[in-house]
């Protein structure tokens, strides 16, 4: 009785952690092979250098380009890395647009929310820019994006973000 009274305790300890958003990811698309600049602050100081990895660069090399999102200030993101943490511009981050149904355009949306007017929709598999992100009602996270590619080139929405992909080995950034 007493382990099944631990187990339910903790059970009930750890379910709020399941209703936490899970942060968006991106990857870094910088092409610069110096590597791409990690600061302290927006605009601050260099502390770290994320390396450069192509899409023939072994595995490992690809991983350490794929980054937490954290927050956004500006044109500034603070992210996650296998480094640690510190601020990436915006226009080194990519993300490649998916939808749960891979036959289903994803929406673009004017407003972070459920039910947001749709601006358009977006093809599988289009690159797109994280300018920013916002998490609704503590658990829905919408990533405010810029699509670089197809028929809304240039147009800038929200995207919910299950309907974003980061994975450095493979989608839209490697062909």
């Known amino acids: 009785m007493k382990s099944m009274l631990a187990f339910l305790i903790a059970l009930g300890l750890a379910a709020p952690a399941f ?11 910088d092409p610069d092979k110096a590597g791409t600049n990690v600061r302290d602050a927006p605009s601050g100081r260099i502390v770290d250098v994320i390396p450069y990895a192509s899409a023939g ?17 500006g044109k500034w993101l603070k992210v996650r ?30 407003a972070p929310r459920s039910g947001s007017k749709p601006i358009g929709r977006i093809g599988y598999g ?15 996270t919408y ?15 929200w995207l ?3 309907d974003a992909e980061s994975n450095p080995y493979g989608g839209c950034w490697q062909r």
């Open 19 to 29: 209703a936490n958003p899970i942060p968006p990811c991106a990857l870094v698309v």
């Open 57 to 73: 660069s072994p595995d490992k090399s690809k991983m350490r380009r794929h980054v937490t999102l954290l927050s956004s200030e």
């Open 81 to 110: 890395y296998s480094g640690g943490e510190g601020y990436v511009h915006q226009s080194m981050l990519g993300i490649c647009v998916e939808s749960p149904d891979k036959g289903t355009p994803a929406a673009l949306l004017a």
């Open 126 to 140: 289009t690159r797109a820019r994280p300018l920013a992100f916002t998490i609704q009602n503590g658990s829905d």
């Open 143 to 157: 990533l405010n994006i810029e699509i670089l590619e197809g028929p809304l080139k240039g147009a800038t929405g």
């Open 160 to 162: 919910n973000a299950w």
